[in-house]
Every structure is written in C-alpha cells, then in structure tokens.
DNA sequence: GTGAAAGCGCTAACAC
DNA sequence: GTGTTAGCGCTTTCAC
C-alpha cells in the first residue's frame, strides 16, 4: 500500500480510502490511485485488515463431514445467506467425532471468525457450556441440550412420527425402522429421536410394539442394503419400512430389490430428509422434507444478532423446523409406474 | 497475551513460546503460563499471528457448488490431505460462474491463504493466463488450458472412450450420449470432451456417427430424466445410453423406468464419476471410476511444492488422473437380478 | 531460559 | 479532500 501510494502521490491513507470505496475523494485522485493499483497488481492484505478492524467478515461452518448430500446442501443454503448479509462461509468437517467438535469451537483459527455455525453430532450434553460465552455460537442439529445455547434444530422426532403415521394410513401394520435405536431418555442422537416418533405414531395407532423391528444401522446406503437383509433374515416379513434417512431409505430399496420384494406392493418404505436423488430412484422415494431454507435463514439471523450484540447475552434461542411429507411411489396406494 | 504474561509474571514473548511449544522453557515457567491461559481462556488471535508470520497454514477450495456429490468427496479427500501437511482447508463456492471463478482468485480474502486449488468449469482459455503468476494455484476439473498453469485433470476423453467401448463390446450398436455436446475444437467443457471419448470409440468401432443422439442436457438427475424421454420422443429407440455424469445416468435410468424400458435387457447404460449412490440403484449403474485418491494427491502436493517455492516458477505441470471402468447391473450381460 | 525492541499492513480518529 | 499518528496482537531478532 505504501508503494501505492508513493506511485500515486499520495498518501497510504488515501489508497486506503479508495479501496474501501470512502465518497470524499476527488475524482483525479481516485484516478490515479487506480492506475497505480492496477500497474504494481496490488491486493488488499486481508490480514491486516481484520486485524486492524476486529472482525473478519468470515462465519465459519463446521459440518461433519461434506461427503453427505445433506451438508452439501446445508453449506450452499447458508454460503448463500450469508452472502447476502455480506459475510463469507467458511466450512471446516469436523469428521463426526466429538473431538472434531469440540476442536471447531476451540481450535483457534475457528476463533477467527466473526462467529461459527457448528452442526454437532456427537457432543454430549456435558459439552454444552462450551457453546456457551462470549463467542457467537449457533448450534444446529439433531442433539438437543439441557444447557442453554443458540439452537437450530429438526423436528426429528414429529418427522418419524409423520413417516410412521403415513405408512399406517396405508395399512401397513407390521412396520420396521431401520437405523433406528432405543436409546435412553438422555440419548439425543439422530437415530434415538427418530425411533422416538415412530414409537409414538405406533402407539397412537394402537399397534403394538415389536423392539425386534427396531435396527440398528450405520445411517448410510450400505447400512440400509445390509439392514434390510438381516432383517427378513432374522425376523422375517414386513409391510412398512422407516429409513432413519434417505441414504438409509434408497439402500434399503436396493435390498428389497435383491430380495425380489415389490416397493411398494409388498412393503412400502419412506426416508428422511428429500436428498436430492430421492425423487429419481426407482421407485421414487416418499420422505420427510426438513424446512431446509427456513433453518438456514434461522441459523444466518441468529447468529448475526449474536455478532451485532443486539440480542442479550442470556437470551437463547431454539428454534425447531417444520417438517412434512413429501409423498412419492415407494408408499403409493397403487403401483403408478409399469414394470419392466 | 498482555494479560496472560502479566499473570504469570512473565513477558509476552514467554507466553509465545509456550504457546508454540518451543523447548527452551523451564518447565515452572511453563506451568505457570499454561495456568494463567487457563484462568483467562486466553486463545491466540491467528489474525495476528498470520499478519506477523506472513503465511495463514490455510489452503483455499474453491468449488462451484458443494451440493454435488463429486464436490463433496473432492472437499474431504482435500481437507485429509492438507490436514497431513499440517494445512486447513477452506471452502468457497463459485457457483459454477465464470465471475464467481475469477473472483476466487482476485478476491482479496483468498488472497489470504497461502495458496488456492480452483476447481474450474467455466473459466475460457483467455482467462488462463490469471492463474499464473506469483500466487499458489492449482487448477482442477474439466477444463484443460493452452496456457501453462499447474493442473490436475480427470481423463475425460479417456473415460467416456472407456465407456462407450463397453457399450460396443456388450452388442450395442445405436449409443446415445446425454449431456454430451459438439462443441468446437476450442472447446474444453466437460460435455465436449467426454463427447469427444464417445465419438471417438463409435470411430475406432467403424459404427457411424449419428449427430442426433448426441443430446445436450443439464448435467443433473432432471437432465438426464427428461433428456431421455426427448432423444425416445425425437431420435426413436436405442440401445446403449452414455450419461455425461453418473448424476445424468441416475435419470437417465428413471427416465427409462418411466417409459417401461428395461435396463439393461433393452438399453444398457452407463455413467461417468462413480458418485456413491451408482452401487445402489436399481439397477445398480456401470460407471467410469476417476482416481480420486491419486488427483488428490496430485493436487496437494503440486500445491505444497509452489507454496514452499521448491518448483521453479516456470515449471508447470499438468497431471491426468486415470479412469477405470466399473462394471455393475446397467450394463449387465445377462440379468442378474430378480425383477419385480 | 527469558526479555526488549521492532514491525508485519492496515485503518480509526483526528488534524489540516 | 488529504495526511499524520497510533496501534490492532503477534513473533523475529538479538541481547542478556
């Protein structure tokens, strides 16, 4: 910038003023500052300058892992919201382990940010007072905590409800979940809330639980192909099938096939979350779809009011996303696709 | 860190060693600094430190979109690499527009890292010459550049010859492509150059080239669903399908589902990428592997080697991953799976 | 083994 | 409109 400015005659506070776009330059100034900047290629430091002004402009976003059609999805949602409010997204994979997690909040380069979006997977409810202070935390997914933080979340639990309860309109009766859990009241994972709705829309039907229709399964495709094998295997047939995700869903459609089990004449099957190929499998998947638009404008608020201090510092949010069903062929009342 | 070296009764420059782990700290010192941290949850501002060291350890990623699987899988095996150097990666989307590409490398915040992997499609051979330069490029993806650059490449041509002589090899002799394009000899987008592979295996075939089954589609699971119905509609039936990408492929064999054509009794199809869910659709999709492992190294390591200066700086290099073919149901020479 | 001085590049505040 | 001063928080260098 000094060089700049020895090039344009003036001083470094004036190329400043031009950069920045400051009004009160005159014209001819401006002008030259320009052409100087363009002949020597010159580029703000960056560095500098956030460490000049105490603020980077940055938002980072820890995801688990970017390998997941979900937090794709999730980090374009919010780059694009945070690009609007004039902030780059900046996102970190925490690998899904708690050390991950709890590294994102720590780590210092993380503390460079203006403030971090961390999607939590595996902190435990002992955790949470770290999300707590002074640095602008918001928390988004499927755990919930008994400390108070800045929480974006799912409606896990009324989404399983609303998958289980579709299927029993259907007349489904016999009806299994696969990547699911009986956890114990603590447990706040995806899989333990999810099993939690489907419990509940079972009971409210009045059919009769069977924990043996509970799998537990690694939530990706592999884990839906291999759990609905064992499953046939080991308790035998089924009407209805809950897939704790869509990856979870489209492996378990693929299984039936190699089983030579009709979706869904003979079981019908629903995911969670509408990834983007649920609508293009064969047969199309019924889902669950997240307010994935909404969350994301809940998280990029709440963490600017947390940026701009216009919140109080013991005023928490949680805010729950809305979710429902997207039906699809894989729950049709008829078989709307020919058959080869 | 004031603070934190008045506390412990130290200088600033004691709590630096320590923080940085350098030996030559008595072990009581180093006791007391690490309580006084502690006490006051001091953490290093890595603004500062990157402004004084001149270097931020931070590699950028730019993408055009994260929600693709091929970005997401790129960004974790990038972000393992780098972390093995001892580099975080940070990742920019570019929203797959040419502004968006250029402005990844003239933006001043990218500037900040010490050096940018650009995942280019949009970029045209005139832009080329903005990547060279003093600051540490590496450019991925379809394109492939006059001018000298440091580049990691898949074998597109390669690939889609690859594919397209297994269609051959497998009795089909009527092979559409979809998403492909007739671009000029110009032209470096991925359409173009996997078309090219394609029509060079029709060549080496002697089966002649019929320009309306090279059809132009958007490269996602809807263009490849609707383009298939179109070239049925407009061109009449075929027996071999060439998606331009496994995401195409994936609607291509919706699309076909759709209009009760079996796969791959009738049309045998294949894709491009091996995105995750290719293994587990019905039927499961015959694919083009790239080497993703191998480019990501490729990509590191060329950056690493412009980043400490040990390449000399008119020292280019362009590196072609290689592709293997992966031989699933959709291409299958008898059916292999029970069919509903 | 520890500390003092200096400066990385920028901009807020204030002078002119 | 433009320039001067000062300092953001850290670490390199060199002295002790």
């Known amino acids: 910038m000094q060089d700049v400015a020895r090039r344009a005659g003036v001083s470094p506070m004036t190329v400043s003023n031009v950069v920045n776009g400051h009004p009160h330059v005159r014209p001819a100034t401006r002008q030259r500052v320009l052409e100087a900047i363009a002949a020597l290629d010159y580029h703000v430091n960056t560095t500098a300058r956030s460490l000049r002004q105490g603020r980077t402009g940055v938002i980072g976003l820890a995801v688990p892992n970017l390998d997941h059609p979900y937090f794709g999805l999730l980090a374009r949602l919010l780059?694009?919201?945070?690009?609007?409010?004039?902030?780059?997204?900046?996102?970190?994979?925490?690998?899904?382990?708690?050390?991950?997690?709890?590294?994102a909040i720590t780590r210092s380069r993380l503390r460079s940010y203006d403030g971090v979006v961390l999607h939590a997977s595996e902190l435990a409810n002992a955790d949470a007072e770290l999300l707590r202070g002074e640095y602008p935390i918001v928390v988004m997914g499927e755990r919930a905590y008994d400390e108070p933080v800045?929480?974006?979340?799912?409606?896990?639990?009324?989404?399983?409800?609303?998958?289980?309860?579709?299927l029993i309109e259907r007349g489904c009766r016999r009806i299994a979940i696969i990547g699911g859990r009986l956890g114990s009241p603590d447990d706040i994972d995806v899989s333990t809330l999810r099993t939690r709705g489907y419990l509940r829309a079972l009971d409210e039907a009045g059919i009769a639980r069977d924990d043996r229709?509970?799998?537990?399964?690694?939530?990706?495709?592999?884990?839906?192909?291999?759990?609905?094998?064992?499953?046939?295997?080991?308790?035998?047939?089924?009407?209805?099938?809950?897939?704790?995700?869509?990856?979870?869903?489209?492996?378990?459609?693929?299984?039936?096939r190699e089983r030579a089990v009709s979706v869904p004449d003979e079981v019908r099957v629903v995911g969670f979350d509408d990834i983007p190929v649920a609508a293009f499998t064969v047969p199309s998947l019924t889902t669950i779809e997240p307010d994935h638009d909404g969350m994301a404008d809940a998280v990029v608020r709440l963490l600017l009011e947390r940026i701009s201090g216009e919140r109080r510092a013991d005023d928490y949010r949680e805010i729950v996303s809305g979710v429902w069903l997207v039906e699809r062929e894989s729950t049709a009342g008829v078989v709307r696709i020919a058959l080869a």
């Open 79 to 103: 780059v694009e919201r945070a690009a609007a409010e004039g902030y780059d997204v900046v996102v970190e994979q925490t690998g899904a382990r708690r050390e991950g997690e709890l590294g």
């Open 213 to 256: 229709l509970v799998r537990v399964a690694v939530l990706g495709f592999e884990g839906g192909r291999s759990g609905v094998h064992a499953l046939l295997d080991e308790v035998g047939p089924v009407d209805g099938i809950v897939g704790a995700t869509d990856q979870v869903a489209v492996g378990v459609l693929r299984g039936l």
């Open 150 to 166: 800045d929480h974006v979340l799912m409606g896990n639990e009324e989404g399983a409800r609303l998958a289980t309860r579709h």
